[in-house]
């Protein structure tokens, strides 16, 4: 059985791939920081349907965390799956923070940074060792590096380095055949940033071709598919996922 680790797997996108992905027959492995009883959630749904899921806890902010938390899903997969490695990392946790650039606090730069492409990067560097070969890293990147947005320039700017080291991935790890790809949600009806109000969602339906904005179940089911063998040539690309938004 081919395993998957989601980060931020306890609501919103996160939760719609571990679902979406148990329905394809993987194994999950969702992370959650402050909220185990989400995270619980999620399992117990995957465990109602016939799968098989573990929820283990991680700060993606905390670096120092990392070889802990390597050594759990070493653990992990041995003790659940018979494994010695996993196959798919999906590098999807994350928040939103609305502020226009003359009012952003260092401490929120450095904040999102830390969750949005510095996390994310050393987590990679960290599992790689547990990476199998002929694997796939898939980052959860942004519209909004593509449409620029008032009010999120330090979300938008990091999860545009996250699509840079995307490709930097796919170029250094293609000797073990491991894909990386970056997803790039449009607007989705999550609880990101505080979710969206009545008028803000039609104010993006409007902007958006098929008229509304997206579900997380809509990107979690992109999300598990292109991890399969039939995109095993899908590689080193942000595919966004947003139904037309500002074209």
Known sequence: MNIVIITGGSRG?????????????????????????????VVGKIEAEGGTAVALKLDVTDTTTFPAFAET???????????????????????????????????????LFRVHLK????????????????????NLASATTRVATAGVAPYASFKGGLEVLTRYLALELGNRRIRANSIAPGPIRTD???????????????RTALGRVGEPEEVGSVIANLLSDDNRWINAQSIEVSGGFDI
Not at 22 to 27: S, T, V
Not at 122 to 133: G, K, M, Y
Not at 192 to 206: M, P, R
Request: glycine share 12%; aromatic share 10%; proline share 4%.
């Open 73 to 111: 899903v070493r653990h992990t997969v041995q003790e659940t799956w018979g494994r010695d490695t996993f196959d798919y990392l999906v590098n999807n946790a994350g928040y939103g923070l609305y502020s226009p650039i003359a009012t952003v606090t260092e401490e929120q730069f450095d904040d």
């Open 13 to 41: 996108i996160g939760a719609a791939t571990a679902l979406a992905c148990a329905r394809r027959g993987l194994g999950v492995i969702v992370t959650y920081n402050t909220n185990p009883a989400a995270a619980a959630d």
């Open 192 to 206: 990101l940033g505080g979710g969206l109000t009545d008028d803000f969602e039609a104010h993006l339906a409007a």
């Open 119 to 138: 996390g994310p990067f050393f987590l990679t560097q960290t599992l790689l060792p547990l990476i199998a070969d002929g694997g796939h890293i898939v």
